[in-house]
């Protein structure tokens, strides 16, 4: 196959408008770089678009994984290491990268009472780093993913991808209005825990229910009245030093990670086998 060298090829400038929200909406694609969440595209291989290929900084793993998407049937394009670091958001780009196609859930699809899943549902987060490093937090405690709510950052930016470390392949996404999710919380009944700096409950003192859904407001605003309302519970972190909140991502994992203590408290232990 020919070798791509000129950053006036069609392909190449498409790929590079990735790095905008409009063309990744207008499209349904992301650019992915960095061999582990490019491993974890691998691993749904039928979402694969193309895989960008530069030779010469191929190690044995990389090579390994391009005979990986050939046997797929991806499409492969070689391209200078120039050509691929005009395409990375690295000092040092690594020799592979590529273009996959988005995955989002419909909200309506979405039964919790069936799986017995947790679903974290962010209003109005901007920082994409923080979607991904709660994308991250979701996948280590097995909850099922993110519910995107109003004008929340973009879970496939390239810094939201970088920080998930691949978990925004493996976590369900979804995108919805408040109101939405208000009436979707109605119909399925399920329990929704916020945050409030005002409230009286300490989150270690919550019982926390499966399945449910965690309701983390904005960064700076936090959850509205009308946010609050709609929560089963509302929980507070006890802050002892001079600083006056978290972040969004940090107190999100104390939470989860406080729900997922109490499930593996709760769950029997497994039994002893005995020998033959």
């Known amino acids: 196959m020919p070798l791509i060298s000129s950053t006036n090829n069609e392909t190449i400038k498409l790929v590079r408008s990735l790095q905008h929200r409009k063309t990744r909406d207008a499209t349904g694609l992301l650019y992915v770089e960095g061999l582990r969440p490019f491993v974890e595209s691998l691993d749904l291989a039928n979402d694969l678009e193309m895989v960008l290929v530069s030779p ?14 050939q046997g797929h049937g991806v499409r492969i394009l070689e391209v200078t290491e120039a050509i691929l670091g005009t395409l990375s958001g690295r000092d040092n ?83 919805a209005s408040f109101a939405e999710f208000k009436d979707w919380l109605d119909l399925h009944n399920v329990p929704c825990i916020g945050t409030s700096v005002k409230a009286e409950t300490d989150y270690i003192d919550l019982a926390y229910p499966r399945p449910m859904v965690l309701l983390m407001g904005s960064e700076r605003a936090g959850l509205s009245q009308e946010q609050e309302s709609i929560c089963d519970a509302l929980v507070r972190i006890p802050m002892a030093g001079r600083v006056e909140s978290l972040n969004i991502a940090v107190a999100t994992g104390i939470l989860l990670y406080e729900a997922l203590n109490q499930a593996r408290t709760q769950s029997p232990p497994p039994e002893a086998k005995s020998d033959p």
């Open 56 to 69: 010469s900084l191929l190690n044995e793993d990389m090579q390994r994984i391009v005979h990986r998407c």
């Open 93 to 175: 780009p690594e020799g592979l990268a590529a273009v996959v196609r988005q995955r989002w859930k419909s909200l309506d699809a979405i039964e919790p009472s069936r799986d017995d899943s947790s679903w974290i549902a962010l209003q109005s987060i901007r920082e994409p780093r923080n979607i991904g490093a709660i994308l991250r937090v979701s996948d280590a405690v097995g909850a099922a993913g993110l519910i995107l709510l109003d004008d929340s950052a973009d879970p496939y930016s390239p810094f939201a991808v970088r920080s998930s470390t691949g978990a925004v392949f493996s976590q369900g996404l979804v995108r």
